[in-house]
């Protein structure tokens, strides 16, 4: 790890917080499962960060009730892939009633699950398109990213949803951008991109430093400046 | 009796997101996100750290698009290291059966949005000038380079492009002088 890897952002650093109750928090799971979803976590899409997010709100909201909480905490499991997918179909049941779950609980959960499901059948399209465009089997396509036929069969049967790790594994393994499989990583990008433009504490350009520091170029607007009504 | 093309300024609340499934800025590249950015936890993220966030509705209440308006504080490069406040517009949008509408540009949808958010921006920025730092005094927005058609309207609006800049993901950067506003009625005449 170098030096400048761990970037001094006192927007990062607000957030410390959190991450720290996420650590304390699963102290009491044992160590292999620990490591698992701490793994999967760090590893997942930030969709799916974010959904996982929401559900620890409701999971440590003291109006929760148990089985609630207990429902939340199978959501969590599931979205982060921790659940085996041994029996066909079985999995996929209890995704589909856990993610109704999760939707119930809030709108924007319910628009993230929404936009979620649409990514994935996107997703298992054009992996089957992509697929049989370059003549690829199963076993060989499972060969290539290191994972199991089985698991590249429930990909495509959109038993399990792939994660952001394994979608650029499989955009490398089929010579493609991952975009062309998971569209919506360009619009992570672009989200990212709004975001860090926000942040304070951005050190400006010697070109932006100029260029606010013009006192010769103070371009005014040009269209006519007027408050809209407001209604509430 | 208001103007037939009159839009109205309703404050966003968590609450809209249910109102604005299927609201869409466009297929482009830089146009997929904008839509994702309201409907999903960016805009909530946005105004926990003090954006502003407003729907843009006609009389009959149809949702033409939305706009956000916040500051942030930017260093100087060192060796001078102080900060100073601007403006900025994290994310604005039309949805895309509104784009170029109405004909008549007195009334165009983008103008009265924009002109919205300039007047309100100049109120920050009045606001300041009654302090010592007479901060915020430019207003700055984001927009994707390969966005010709935005960055016109921008331009047209009063914009000019930082030269020389480029920020995350093909991004460029375009400011406005907001520091000479004085009244709440100032207008300045195209």
Not at chain 2, 40 to 48: A, E, F, H, Q, Y
Not at chain 2, 109 to 130: D, F, N, T, V, W
Request: glycine content about 4%.
């Amino acid at each position: 790890m170098s030096e400048t890897f761990l970037l001094d952002d006192p927007q990062a650093v607000a957030r410390l917080d959190s991450v720290a109750c996420i650590l304390e928090w699963t102290r009491s799971m044992s160590v292999p499962d620990r490591k698992r979803f701490l793994g999967a976590l760090v590893e997942c899409s930030d969709d799916v960060q974010r959904v996982v997010v929401s559900l620890l709100d409701v999971v440590k909201d003291p109006r929760t009730t148990p089985v609630e909480r207990k429902r939340a905490l199978m959501t969590i499991a599931d979205a982060l892939f921790l659940n085996p997918c041994e029996e066909d179909g079985q999995y996929g049941q209890d995704l589909a009633a856990s993610e109704a779950y999760a939707a119930a609980r809030s709108a924007p959960l319910a628009l993230e699950v929404r936009k979620m499901d649409a990514q994935e059948e996107t997703f298992a399209q054009r992996l089957r398109e992509l697929m049989a465009a370059k003549q690829i089997s199963q076993q060989e396509l499972a060969d290539r990213i290191g994972c199991s036929q089985p698991a590249i069969s429930q990909m495509l049967r959109r038993v399990c949803r792939p994660q952001k790790r394994t979608i650029l594994r499989l955009a490398e393994a089929l010579n493609v951008h991952p975009r062309e499989l998971w569209p919506d990583i360009e619009v992570a990008d672009m989200l990212d991109a709004v975001a860090s433009f926000q942040q304070d504490d951005y050190t400006m350009t010697a070109a932006e430093a100029t260029a606010l520091a013009d006192a010769a170029n103070k371009n005014r607007p040009k269209i006519r400046v007027k408050s809209l009504p407001v209604r509430p | 009796m208001a103007h037939l093309h009159q839009l109205y300024a309703v404050p966003f609340t968590e609450a809209d997101q249910a109102r604005l499934v299927g609201f869409s800025c466009g297929e482009e590249p830089w146009s997929r996100h904008v839509g994702e950015w309201l409907r999903g936890s960016d805009v909530l993220d946005s105004i926990k750290r003090g954006t502003r966030v407003w729907l843009f509705e006609t009389a009959a209440k149809e949702i033409v698009g939305f706009g956000s308006l916040g500051t942030s504080r930017w260093n100087w490069p060192p060796p001078d290291g102080s900060s100073v406040t601007i403006a900025l517009i994290p994310m604005v949008g039309i949805e895309a059966r509104f784009h170029g509408q109405p004909p008549d540009p007195e009334w165009r949808y983008s103008r009265q949005i924009m002109g919205h958010l300039i007047a309100e921006a100049e109120k920050l920025a009045l606001a300041g000038a009654e302090k010592a730092t007479h901060e915020p005094q430019w207003l700055v927005l984001m927009v994707h380079r390969d966005n010709a058609r935005a960055i016109r309207f921008y331009e047209q609006c009063g914009f000019e492009l930082i030269p020389g800049v480029e920020r995350r993901n093909n991004h460029v950067v375009m400011k406005l002088w907001i520091g000479d506003a004085q009244t709440d009625s100032t207008v300045s005449a195209s």
